[in-house]
């Protein structure tokens, strides 16, 4: 394998960076999205799944008897 020639790839200068249009629209559905699971009660206020699949004694904050 012989010697690989390189060559110069030209300097890029003032590049400013562009706003997506997509993003406020994508923001919007993804709280809209929250607040559907909130009002459903399936997220927290702090956006934290609440957890339903587990008897009552054993979700947080109660007292749990574990019969030792």
């Known amino acids: 394998m012989g010697l690989v020639r390189t060559i110069s790839l030209?300097?890029?200068?003032?590049?400013h960076p562009v706003e997506d249009p997509h993003h406020s629209a994508a923001v919007k559905r993804g709280k809209a999205a929250v607040e559907k699971l909130q009002k459903r009660g399936i997220l927290d206020e702090k956006g934290r799944r609440i957890r339903t699949d587990v008897p009552a004694?054993?979700?947080?904050?109660q007292g749990r008897?574990?019969?030792g």
């Open 65 to 67: 008897d574990f019969g």
């Open 10 to 15: 030209p300097q890029t200068r003032n590049q």
């Open 57 to 61: 004694d054993m979700q947080e904050n």
